[in-house]
């Protein structure tokens, strides 16, 4: 148990339907994180967050809208994905994402299909 | 950002020890080194981190030179479960960005 809680673990979906990943922290930390992993690849950035602001933005379609509505709490808004988007998608969360040597905690992930 | 690499992939077997080394070149001085394990459909699991010289925990020793442009994960006597995808991050106090590389992928046979 890493204090870091996602849900649902799986998630299949239409390409037309609108759906909500959902991330909670139990950590007190005050950064917040969006990732994305397709199969055997390396991790994506997408969002960052800092105290329920956005600080980081990877160029990430519209498709996706995270929102963070207190320091604990973080949701990733998805509608009209497309099959490419079926990934594991990983929150994160870490004390301060502008401190030296952050570490970063991670949730167990979203698998999401697209159909 | 400092840019790291890594080997693709290591094969050992069970009861051996590991050491995966990571380059990290254009390190800046307030860098440190952190170190990644990843299950397949799961998210990394913090295994290690440090700054200069050697550091040891309940898992994993990290070994880094007084240039510090490169860094070793050893793994004492690995077994089975330790099979999974090890990843070496260098970050400083830059804000935001925490960007994985392509990582090693470990296997433990029998």
């Known amino acids: 148990e890493t204090g870091v809680t996602q849900t649902p673990r799986h998630l299949v979906m239409g390409m037309t339907n609108k759906k909500s990943l959902k991330c909670e922290q139990h950590l007190g930390h005050n950064a917040m994180y969006w990732y994305k992993q397709s199969a055997k690849k390396p991790l994506e950035l997408m969002f960052v967050y800092s105290l329920e602001e956005r600080v980081e933005n990877n160029s990430v379609p519209s498709r996706f809208s995270p929102e963070c509505p207190n320091s604990s709490h973080l949701f990733l808004h998805l509608h009209t994905l497309q099959p490419e988007d079926s990934a594991l998608y990983l929150c994160a969360s870490s004390q301060d994402p502008s401190g030296a040597g952050e570490k970063l905690f991670f949730g167990s992930g979203t698998q999401l299909s697209v159909l | 950002l400092a840019k790291t690499t890594q080997p693709i992939s290591m094969d050992s077997y069970e009861g051996q020890e590991v050491n995966i080394t990571c380059s990290h070149n254009?390190?800046?001085?307030?860098?440190?080194i952190t170190w990644y394990q990843q299950f397949p459909s799961q998210g990394p699991r913090f295994i290690i981190q440090?700054?200069?010289t050697k550091v040891t925990n309940e898992v994993a020793s990290l070994f880094i030179p007084a240039d510090r442009k490169s860094s070793t994960l050893s793994l004492p006597r690995v077994s089975l479960s330790d099979t999974a995808v090890y990843y070496c991050?260098?970050?400083?106090?830059?804000?935001?960005?925490?960007?994985f590389g392509q990582g090693t992928i470990l296997t433990v046979h029998p």
């Open positions: 440090g700054y200069k």
């Open positions: 991050l260098v970050r400083g106090t830059s804000y935001g960005k925490l960007t």
């Open positions: 254009n390190i800046a001085t307030n860098d440190y």
